[in-house]
């Protein structure tokens, strides 16, 4: 059992926040997870891809967190077979790199090139808020990268579907867990305060740990410790392999009845 738990530290992980769908929060959460994972692991050991034209994680992360490689790779329609080529290149040398981790920020669209990319990573992270508009799209988004997985024959990449821009006070998932509940996902944990993650947008990066932001940095504190347990120290693999469960799974929490 240590040497499984060893190995599982030691692998090198390539971890997706993607969704077809537009302005769910790919960006911020790809921003927050890397600056939550450098305060849990050295952030030498953190790369994250930026592939999306806005810019928006690299330009952040290029101040608040200079020690934090980015590499900027926009996948366009005019750059989309040489970038994907290039992020691939990236992801099979980083296998060689142990303790090592890629977050990959990708843009909405539905290239199917983009998407067999995003599927060859260890998890891909979903980000959706509670509304149909936003649900509907993320399970036909779920099932493009299913219908790759059974393609190849994969059991991976883990599809982690995360509750974003969530209501203060929403403690009841049920919808979303029934709405899912056909799927092989996990519920990771939610994202509530999203108006207040705007704020660190509005003024310096270096100044976002001094706003009054307590309950965002609880909740993407709470996420960073939930991606460095189930998904980097490999417990998404116990899961599975132990066979646990056969529907989703909510490790976060319980639903509320």
């Not at 900027?72 to 989309?80: H, K, Q, R, S």
């Not at 207040?196 to 307590?214: C, I, L, M, P, Q």
């Not at 993407?220 to 980097?232: D, R």
Request: net charge positive.
């Amino acid at each position: 059992m240590s040497q499984n738990k060893s190995k599982a530290l030691n692998d090198a992980k390539s971890i997706f926040v993607a969704n077809v769908k537009g302005g769910v929060g790919k960006s911020t959460l790809a921003i927050m997870l890397a600056r939550s994972l450098a305060s849990k692991i050295p952030p030498q050991n953190i790369t994250v891809i930026d592939t999306d034209l806005q810019r928006t994680t690299t330009e952040f992360l290029t101040v608040s967190n200079p020690e934090i490689n980015v590499e900027f790779l926009p996948i366009t329609p005019a750059f989309e077979n040489t970038n994907i080529s290039l992020v691939q290149q990236f992801i099979k040398q980083n296998e060689f790199r142990p303790g090592h981790v890629v977050i990959v920020d990708t843009p909405a669209g539905s290239s199917q090139r983009l998407w067999n990319l995003v599927a060859e990573g260890y998890c891909v992270l979903i980000p959706t808020t509670l509304s149909n508009a936003d649900l509907s799209p993320t399970e036909n988004f779920i099932r493009s990268i299913d219908k790759v997985k059974a393609r190849y024959g994969k059991s991976h990449p883990h599809l982690i579907v995360c509750p974003n821009k969530i209501p203060f006070g929403q403690k009841d998932f049920s919808i979303m867990a029934e709405r899912l509940n056909n799927h092989d996902v996990v519920i990771g944990p939610p994202l509530r305060d999203l108006a207040s993650v705007r704020h660190f947008y509005n003024g310096k990066a270096e100044n976002w740990e001094n706003k009054t932001n307590s309950n965002a940095l609880s909740d993407f504190g709470q996420f960073g410790s939930f991606i460095e347990k189930f998904v980097l120290n490999g417990e998404l693999d116990k899961i599975y392999s132990n066979r646990d469960t056969s529907q989703n799974i909510i490790p976060f929490g319980k639903v509320s009845n």
